[in-house]
């Protein structure tokens, strides 16, 4: 007989014992983040990273201690990493992560459930389910909304133009998860701003439509869909006798944070009977604020709405939901397997792998519900309200200096700028010294051709000192030149 005790120390158990071990090596873990550390990131070389890591043996004969390989993690790893919480890592929209949402992952990852069936996570599907319902009220919609979460915005969007695509499909009586694109597909097409994430040409791709199919629309000064360019643009897809069958707009775009004006879109999706998703990735967390609402006025008629938890609702990757106005727009998805979705279970079972492109997954929606109830909407408003006074106070000092020019109106929690007399190369070269010196992590990006450099605040702990500092560093940095 096999003495399997000895690998009982591997696993997680909930006994008294087991929890003793478990509370432990937290502790351990948690006091290996104690590293000495300046700034928002390491200014270790690539070549001196990749060495330091590299001496880790990943797997030896035998295991090493948990303490050991800890306290490695600390000095290699967690030391050198980047500290999104740093008042100078401004670069994306990559946000600190709080304390509620930390420790819950690490009973979600103990206890680990896998919501792909209800035989695997009965009661997370059912907090799913309700983060899912919530998000969807906020975001304005009736009871029969609800959602699924997803690795993240790409994935989000993926799926929501997938139910686009199926559903434009199923209006002509066809099954395209089933029989493959019909005949028509060739004249489909999806609309989005010229400002759009890539993840909507990504998703025409591997939907079989290509990327061509997705029909670019300019965008105005702040980065918002033009309308009358969108209407331009359905003319001459008419004239063409092509058909579009998603309309996609932005709710924040990644470089301008420009929101795209939502009613007069959905307007002409219906009229169209067209697919309107909306991807929120960036500003769904706007439902939050009394103030912010209004900004999003429109989604509630979207189709389908991409809300990233793990960018402005500042939740460790991954975390981020597709909601759909009508729970049965799921059914188009839906694929019976033998062995996980039978489709025979007793009533209320709900297997939430048949809303998803994924199967195993994990039940991210824990830490999301354990931070919004710890943070409570007050807080949390007024945390969001901050980031976007920042940026506001961001655009005007950049405005009426002369350091700087602002190249679009700030809308949400970015700002993009150049500076006067400065080459594309010279704001290269500023973001990258700064970057290898680990004394910021410095956006840099491109607005209709034009280099620019970009700030995307993130961290609420931040004050309109730090920005006044971070502005300084840069301006002083480009003088150098
Ligand atoms: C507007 C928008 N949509 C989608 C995404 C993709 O999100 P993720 O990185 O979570 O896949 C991003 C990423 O920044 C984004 O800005």
């Known amino acids: ?29 948690v006091r290996s983040l104690d590293q000495p550390h300046e700034g928002p990131r390491t200014s270790l070389a690539p070549s001196q990273l ?34 999104p919480l740093d008042v100078a890592c401004v670069a994306h929209l990559h946000p600190p992560s709080v304390v509620p949402a930390v420790v819950t992952e690490l009973t979600i990852a103990a206890s680990n459930q896998s919501m792909d069936s209800w035989d695997q996570a009965p009661v997370a599907t059912e907090v799913e389910l309700h983060l899912m319902e919530f998000l969807g009220r ?75 199919a997705v029909v670019t629309v300019a ?19 008419d004239a063409q006798g092509l058909v579009p069958i998603a309309f996609s707009a932005t709710a924040g775009t990644t470089d301008l944070g420009a929101i795209d004006p939502l009613a007069q879109i959905a307007e002409r999706a219906r009229h169209r009977g067209a697919w309107f998703h909306v991807d929120a ?15 999003l006025a429109g989604v509630e008629l979207a189709d389908s709405v991409t809300v990233d938890f793990h960018k402005l609702w500042w939740q460790p990757f991954n975390a981020s939901a597709l909601v759909v106005r009508d729970v049965e727009r799921f059914d188009l998805l839906r694929v019976r397997s033998n062995y996980l979705d039978r489709g025979d279970e007793l009533e209320g079972m709900i297997n939430l792998v048949g809303r998803s492109l994924d199967t195993s997954r994990r039940f ?58 400065a080459s594309a190369d010279d704001l290269r070269r500023v973001q990258q010294e700064l970057l290898a010196e680990g004394a910021m992590v410095l956006g840099r990006t491109e607005i209709r051709g034009r280099a620019a450099l970009k700030f995307t ?21 480009l003088h150098r030149r």
């Not at 005790?5 to 502790?27: I, K």
């Open 1 to 29: 007989m096999n003495n399997t005790s000895a690998w009982r120390e591997y696993f997680v158990a909930t006994d008294e014992q087991g929890l003793h071990v478990l509370a432990e090596a937290a502790s351990l873990a």
């Open 50 to 83: 990749r060495a330091g890591v590299r001496a880790l043996e990943v797997c030896a004969r035998e295991g090493v201690a948990l303490a050991t390989v800890l306290e490695e993690l600390g000095t290699a790893v967690w030391a050198h990493g980047v500290r």
């Open 138 to 212: 906020r975001l304005g919609f009736s009871d029969s909304a609800s959602g699924v979460m997803t690795s993240g915005g790409t994935a989000s969007n993926v799926l929501g133009l997938t139910l686009a695509r199926s559903w434009a499909a199923s209006t002509i009586g066809v099954d395209v998860l089933k029989t493959g694109l019909p005949e028509e597909a060739r004249r489909w097409r999806f609309l989005a701003s010229d400002q759009a994430h890539f993840s909507v040409q990504r998703a025409a791709g591997q939907l079989g439509l290509g990327r061509d």
């Open 219 to 237: 965008s105005d000064e702040s980065g918002a869909m033009d309308i009358r360019a969108l209407d331009s643009a359905l003319s001459q897809l």
């Open 281 to 295: 990735a960036v500003a769904g967390a706007f439902v939050m604020s009394d103030v912010l609402r209004e900004r």
């Open 364 to 421: 991210d929606a824990a830490k999301v519900v354990a931070s919004l109830r710890t943070i409570g909407q007050r807080d949390f408003a007024a945390m969001l309200e901050h980031l976007v006074g920042l940026n506001d106070y961001c655009a005007r000092r950049i405005t009426v200096g002369d350091d700087f020019e602002l190249l679009a109106p700030a809308s949400s929690v970015t700002c993009v700028f150049d500076a006067p007399g």
């Open 457 to 477: 605040f993130m961290n609420p702990l931040a004050t309109f000192e730090d920005v006044d500092e971070l502005l300084r560093v840069v301006a002083q940095r």
